[in-house]
């Protein structure tokens, strides 16, 4: 199997198959294709199948233009129709993996995804999970549900690995095809084979660990790290504000030890698919082995306060002119999670706008890259401009992200008070409407 996989790999006779089309599934599926293998994505919805069989594009960090190319060649297509699993020699699983109502684990979409693939799992294809997840999911859930479902053996009849998604939305430099790759394999030929065809269509580098787990843990720490130093920059923006002193400044004097010192930023809080989440994985697996991890935990209390406290501080300076929250017009400008994207995934600005309008705040908001959002099943539609009479109409103007194609000399022109968690309005001269977080 190991030899046979590797000379198809070097002809580029792999079928490719990537189950999940969303932010991680369809430029991975760009990028198998443009390597040269066929490549299949599978779905559920066909609103996405059918858009990628057209060549459109729905996902802001794929080239366009090149989706078009590849379907228009047939190197890529898409279905709905999971018995051409059985015709993939390479299955990457990229589907989603939320909270539930009570914040735990959701592997709802990984078990199903998996009884799908085994039902079609052929002899001699790699597997390979690529969805966030706790430690233990590849080996203790995705193998025994691949071994019953198709009959076959892990190790002697297919290839198995964890290999976490690093995406990025709207990171400039760092995309799919050229950010390093982790893989975490069952077994030392799994580990080969499935290196060398992500080595195939990949430029960014390919670092292999010992074991799945091993895999699963580092993409854990990789976000957990960064929610418990944004957790502190929160803690120390809100101190700040108490004592008076401008935390943005602070940072960037910090930043100027040129070591032992990383920036990170305060908000309203942590948004899209990943940093929020993750840590209640771990937290969620740990109680396993009778463990706590305090210091998490505490950091996700502060991040997922962030939204109240900013309300609170919204409530504040609307006081100082004599008016009530309940029934102030308050505009939102941005609701994607973070700046220069659509992506609206766990967006803080969205948990931000539902306190305000839990106590009486009428909202509107504006987000030059998201027309409208959906929220608990309901449709929230932003508005078609910033205009100066939006901004002069509302009560307060709060920056929730920092867009770069915002006029915010604009904004502080013609909003009678700002409200800036993301520090955007920094080359902004005249401040004395602006409040900062």
Sequence with gaps: MKEQLLKKISDKSITAGVVGLGYVGLPLAVEIAKAGFKTIGFDLLDDKVNKINRGENYISDVDGAALRAL??????????????????DFIAICVPTPLDSHQQPDLSYIEHSSIQIAEHLK????????????????????????????????????????????????????????????VGAIGQDAENVIKAMYESFLEGGVYPVSSPAIAEMEKILENTYRNINIGLINEMAMLCDRMKINIWEVIDAARTKPYGFQAFYPGPGLGGHCIPLDPYYLSWKVREYAFHTSMI???????????????????????????SLKGSTVLVLGVAYKADIDDCRESPAIRVINVLRKKGAIVRFFDPHVKFYTDKGLIYNGEPALTPELLSEADITVITTA???????????????????????????KRDNIELL
């Design 123 to 182: 002899k001699d294809t790699m597997v390979v999970l690529e969805s966030t997840t706790f430690p233990g999911t590849t080996s203790d859930i995705v193998r025994p549900i691949l071994e019953k479902g198709s009959g076959l053996m892990c190790g002697k009849d297919f290839y198995l690995a964890f290999s976490p998604e690093r995406v990025d939305p709207g990171n400039a430099h760092y995309k799919t095809g050229n950010t390093p790759k982790v």
């Design 297 to 323: 935990e505490t950091s996700m209390m502060i991040n997922d306060r962030m939204p109240e406290y900013c309300v609170q501080r919204i409530a504040n300076i609307l006081n100082e002119f004599s008016k």
């Design 403 to 429: 867009h770069s194609c915002i006029d915010y000399n604009m904004v502080q022109q013609y909003a009678r008070f700002v409200f800036d968690t993301r520090n955007a309005t920094r080359g902004v001269r």
């Design 71 to 88: 379907t228009d060649n047939g190197r890529l297509e898409a279905t709905t129709d999971f018995r051409r699993i059985s015709e993939m």
